[in-house]
């Protein structure tokens, strides 16, 4: 519970301070998983092959999606190859959950920020509801409000051949990352959601980490150019 309040709390002030800051950051949950049996399995320089959802609503935004996947891999040391010869196969998943309303007040002697409403992420892992937050802060008498979404992405890696005899492979390694904000602006805030999820590729963080991520990241800029 105090870890939820936390991060609420973290957040809120983040969106406070990012008015002061000339580059905006974007903060990052992630969280690596691998087979417990069979930790490590991603063996340095293996080859990579990225697998489209044939079923994807914007098959356009899929192919932009595993050409910056494939970007990542190579600049991680991961050369990409085809279907017949791979060592690993990478899937990936993303969305945004609903919006959900955030209102601020601050008095003029001393500020609070308010959570309302449920916190829930729609997308992979299950997130359930949220406790309110309110904590004090000393700034100027003011009050707002601001609509967040929850933006995520899941990739998950399985070996080669196991996937080409079997078309099924159990995951080698899975990462989640997700964040919180107010743009809604899915196919940009995924370059940060890619840059955050591969600084933790192939590991077992054992739990979710933070990554903060500028918006004039060079990773992130040379995904996008």
Known sequence: ??????????????????????????????NGYTDPGKPGLIKPGGSFYVMENPEAKNPLLEKEIKEKLNKLLLTHGYPTT??????????????????????????????????????????????????????????GGSVDSATLFDRWLLIKVVEGPAYRNEKTSPPVWVGEARS????????LVLNYLLVADFKEFGKNTGKAVTVEIKADNPEVYSLTH
């Open 180 to 187: 919180v904000g107010t743009s809604s602006d899915l196919r």
């Open 82 to 139: 085809t279907f017949e010869k791979a060592d690993y196969f990478l899937f990936f998943a993303y969305g945004m959950g609903e919006p959900r309303s955030v209102i601020t007040t601050a008095p003029d002697y001393y500020g609070s920020i308010g959570w309302g409403g449920g916190y829930g992420w729609g997308g992979w892992g299950g997130w359930g509801g949220g406790p309110a937050v309110s904590i004090g802060i000393p700034w």
């Open 1 to 30: 519970m105090q870890k939820h309040i936390s991060f609420l709390a973290m957040l809120l002030i983040g969106l406070w301070l990012s008015g002061c800051s000339s580059v905006s950051t974007y903060t990052v949950r992630v």
